[in-house]
């Protein structure tokens, strides 16, 4: 008999919750400290970058995706492929415009 | 000419005592329905209708351009024609066409289920694209929209006084629709599959669907942001793709195409999934290479979403981006020509019968080949600077959409009409319909790739005298397969009350769908099933219907 | 063995003991149900990721072409709402991540409570969200009709570089992306919110403390996500060049 497979239940407590709340909240501060410093194109990098990771972990831990099964994670990351499809391939269009003049 | 149609006897057949159809009365049993069938039922019927409309402005392009000269309609009149036509066309028939319908219908029986996963969801689904279409209704009404069914900017955005915002609301809501319709297949056939259906027991129907949903789910909302920031700079007007204001059009292109490629495959692989089970059927084979069909349906689902600009290499992409672009759009056929490959390898050796899906089905391979072939010609920069914006590529969709996908369509609804409704539609009428409609379609569209290629644009109602000829035939050619498409509008309702009672499997299918009553039971089963057998299993069919008795009624 | 492919199940006995009034007639088991339903709602969050992810590219393209604009017009957003703002949501994260959990220990109470805490945070959000946008009118930055050029060609701050006319015009499609990606943004919030007190009223009467937690989960996941939208506007909007500090 091949049902979906079923995924155990996991109960993330307040323990995991409050230290990603922890995390979260020196990032945001970071983030905003770090766009005083002039780091020229470092900074919306950085800027970014700190996002992304901030992301990640309200992904992971408060949306369950650590504890979920390989089809949610596939989900997600289908999601944002898609995301970086249409950024990429739309910027190759305009980064190219004055290329040479072929 | 022989057939595989098996009918129980006709003195004792009646129709199932119960059904989905008889199992609750009242207008709000039907409005306020959860049973996918039921829903699927309301669609066909929504469709229909828009498709009817469509059809008629059609009809009016194709009598002004029996002359050259703009005589019949105005300028600003013959704008608004092809957009409705395009718009209604596209939004209110042709995406939801296959899955709302038949998708919606088979598709939980097909993987065992009682239901898609999320029936309320399915019934909002429906009313999204009724209010949609009320929004296009209401914008048609007064005085319709002329920015063709691409709403280019800053054409939409900044010279046009007609009711822009309403229409793209109206393809907004109806985006909607499709959304939530993609999300429901997705997580029905991931998650409702009866035991034993593996994926690779799944009928390639349930593939098709799957890839065209998720088309659905990550295209769709481009497009709905992208009418959004249309309705704003109607608004506002501050210049977000205003050239004069520091705007730039080609942003709105990339996000519409971003969507309306996908579009085209979120239309067509329905279909496809269809062909698949009508080819399979009418030559007593199992799909040729199923695997192989499968994953490339898939594969164009996410080829797809890499090629959007090559709507766009005249409008002003760089060379290099243009470059990539067609490159990627010749690796994108590939999938597409393996299908007609293993579609003709299952013809090969198979047991032939020509019912109406099978006619159907044979005008799908025939002209989808060529219609996709001159995708590919216009894939090619090159070329695609000669015959992009001339009547080359209105040829060239309708090849793929008509040809190819409303014939997939008509085939669908014709296969699965018996299990739908109970009854058989007249088979010589339906196959006088299907050679008609080849018939006038050939003559409708072939023409204008001559037409075409000649030089004449697209989107104008007047053109050189030269190209009349070619107009005139392709007008006639209109009229035959205007006909074609009426007449199932008139045996379909008569096999209502007088078609012949169908039984649980006219076709000798595979499938489960093909194993319940016909019409199903709200519940489709009484008992959940067990899939022990492969897809296209007709040794097992054989085994099966050798032990068993068939009463109907 | 007969040769029928319908066969009569082992799993219908089994279900009548476990079923629940909750569970709905087209689905074997709760656990089905509940995984069903959670990924109904992941497919829908993809859908918004696409949606907001239109918006990000034309953001991403004005930037690149005005960017001298884009920093002017950053630079009068306050980045001290901007940033307690974001520690507002984030904490509202928080809270709902805890209703989750509360819903899960079947703590009816907690759940109030945390249902209650998230919609106060998400109501703090957007009062200062309000005030941003008061802010806004005010200074004559809403783009269209009443938007002045003044303070971007005269600005008022010694460290501001003052812009060209033109390059001053094209702030207001700063404040354009500004407005519609944090109205979008706030719309999600709203409907949030008012989903919210639909299931604090009925968290209030235990619906969702009996097992049946799914209602709460699939919503934590919907107020993650417009979490994490503002984590990216809020660098993207409110960071793109502050002055260094001396």
């Given at each position: 008999m091949s049902t979906p497979t079923e995924h155990e239940h996991h109960v993330v407590g307040p323990k995991t919750y409050g230290a990603i709340l922890a995390a979260l909240l020196v990032l945001t501060a970071t983030t905003t400290g770090v766009?005083?410093?002039?780091?020229g194109v470092f900074n919306p990098i950085a800027a970014l970058g700190i996002a992304c990771l901030k992301a990640v972990l309200v992904i992971l831990f408060f949306m369950h995706i650590r504890y979920s099964s390989k089809l949610m994670m596939l989900t997600v990351g289908a999601g944002f492929f898609t995301f970086i499809v249409l950024i990429t391939m739309t910027l190759s269009d305009y980064i190219s415009r004055n290329w040479g003049l072929w | 000419m022989s057939t595989i149609v098996t009918l129980p006897n006709q003195e004792e057949a009646r129709l199932p005592k119960l059904s989905y159809l008889n199992s609750e009365y009242g207008l709000k049993s039907w409005l306020l329905t959860g049973d996918h069938k039921r829903i699927a039922m309301l669609y066909l019927i929504s469709i229909t209708f828009f498709f009817f409309l469509g059809g008629a402005f059609a009809g009016v392009i194709r009598l002004e351009l029996?002359?050259?000269?703009?005589?019949?309609?105005a300028s600003d009149t013959y704008n608004k024609l092809f957009t409705m036509h395009g718009v209604i066309m596209i939004f209110l028939f042709l995406v939801p066409?296959?899955?709302?319908?038949v998708g919606n219908f088979v598709i939980p029986i097909m993987v065992g289920?009682?239901?898609?996963?999320?029936p309320k969801i399915n019934l909002l689904s429906w009313y999204l694209y009724v209010a949609g279409a009320c929004f296009l209704v209401y914008a048609l009404l007064n005085?319709?929209?002329?920015?063709?069914?691409?709403?280019?900017?800053p054409l939409s955005t900044h010279y046009l006084n007609t009711h822009v915002i309403t229409a793209a609301m109206g393809v907004f809501i109806a985006g909607f629709s499709s959304i939530f319709t993609g999300l429901n297949f997705i997580v029905t056939i991931h998650?409702?599959?009866?035991?034993?259906?593996t994926w690779f027991r799944l009928p390639l129907f349930c593939w098709s669907h799957y890839a065209a949903s998720i088309l659905m789910v990550l295209g769709t909302p481009v497009l709905a942001i992208t009418l959004v920031l249309v309705m704003l700079e109607r608004t506002?007007?501050?210049?977000?793709?205003d050239p004069t204001k520091g705007g730039d059009p080609l942003l709105f292109q990339h996000l519409f195409w971003f969507y309306s490629h996908p579009a085209v495959y979120i239309m067509i692989l329905p279909g496809m999934g269809v062909i698949s089970e009508v080819i399979s059927t009418f030559s007593r084979?199992?799909?040729?290479?199923y695997t192989a069909v499968a994953f490339s349906s898939v594969a164009i689902a996410v080829f797809?979403?890499?090629?959007?600009a090559h709507h766009m290499?005249?409008?002003?992409?760089s060379n290099y981006s243009a470059l990539v672009f067609s490159l990627l759009t010749m690796l994108v056929a590939v999938p597409s020509a393996i299908k007609i490959f293993n579609w003709a390898a299952t013809l090969y050796k198979g047991s032939l019968t020509f019912e109406t899906p099978m006619l159907y089905a044979f005008g799908f391979m025939g002209l989808f080949t060529i219609g996709g072939l001159t995708g590919v010609f216009l894939g090619s920069l090159g070329m695609d600077i000669h015959?992009?914006?001339?009547y080359f590529i209105v040829a060239h969709f309708h090849f793929v959409m008509v040809g190819g996908m409303l014939m997939a369509y008509l085939a669908g609804v014709h296969f699965w009409w018996p299990k739908m409704t109970g009854r058989m539609y007249p088979e010589s009428m339906s196959q006088l319909a299907a050679v008609t409609t080849f018939i006038g379609f050939i003559l409708t569209f072939f023409p204008q790739f001559i037409v075409g290629y000649l030089g004449m644009p697209r989107r104008y109602h007047a053109y050189p005298p030269e190209f009349q000829v070619l107009n005139v035939l392709s007008t006639a050619g209109a009229t035959v397969l205007g006909i074609g498409y009426l007449l199932p509008m008139l045996y379909m309702p008569w096999s209502l009350k007088y078609?012949?009672?169908?039984?649980?499997?006219p076709w000798q299918a595979?499938?489960?769908?093909?194993?319940?009553?016909?019409?199903?039971?709200?519940?489709?089963?009484v008992d959940i099933p067990v899939m022990d057998h492969e897809a296209y299993d007709y040794e097992w069919l054989a085994h099966k219907t050798e032990h068993e008795v068939t009463t109907v009624g | 063995m007969d040769s029928h492919a319908i066969v009569t199940g082992q799993e219908q006995h089994e279900e009548h003991e476990e079923?629940?009034?909750?569970?709905?007639?087209?689905?074997?088991t709760v656990e089905q149900q509940r995984e069903t339903a959670s990924f109904g709602m992941w497919l829908f969050l993809l859908t918004e990721i696409m949606f907001f992810g239109g918006l990000f590219m034309a953001y991403l393209l004005y930037r690149n072409w005005y960017y001298d604009a884009f920093v002017a017009g950053s630079n009068t957003l306050g980045i001290g709402l901007g940033t307690t703002n974001t520690a507002v949501l984030i904490l509202s994260s928080f809270t709902m991540a805890m209703g989750v959990y509360s819903a899960e220990t079947r703590n009816r109470k907690g759940l109030v409570t945390f249902l209650s805490l998230t919609i106060l945070l998400g109501l703090v959000f957007l009062g200062i969200k309000s005030k941003e946008y008061h802010d806004k009118y005010v200074e004559h930055?809403?783009?269209?009709?009443?938007?002045?050029?003044e303070d971007f060609v005269?600005?008022?701050?010694?460290?501001d570089v003052p812009l060209a006319p033109d390059m001053a015009q094209h702030a207001q499609l700063f404040f354009f992306l500004y407005f519609a990606m944090t109205g979008m943004h706030a719309l999600h919030m709203v409907i949030g919110i008012s989903i919210l007190f639909f299931l604090l009223y009925h968290a209030w009467h235990g619906a969702y403390t009996n097992g049946h937690t799914s209602t709460i989960d699939n919503f934590g996941l919907y107020w993650h996500f417009v979490d994490i939208v503002w984590i990216f506007l809020f660098p993207l909007l409110y960071?793109?060049?502050r002055h260094p500090l001396k």
């Open positions: 766009a005083y410093l002039d780091m | 029996l002359t050259p000269q703009p005589d019949l309609v066409s296959v899955p709302a319908t289920a009682k239901d898609l996963a999320f005085g319709g929209v002329d920015t063709g069914w691409t709403f280019t900017t998650r409702m599959r009866c035991p034993g259906m506002v007007g501050i210049g977000v793709f084979k199992r799909v040729f290479g797809g979403f890499f090629v959007w290499f005249i409008m002003g992409v015959l992009t914006e001339t078609g012949k009672i169908a039984g649980s499997n595979t499938g489960l769908e093909w194993q319940i009553q016909s019409p199903p039971l709200t519940e489709n089963f | 079923h629940p009034a909750y569970l709905r007639h087209h689905f074997v930055h809403i783009p269209g009709a009443s938007f002045s050029v005269h600005p008022a701050d010694k460290r960071l793109i060049s």
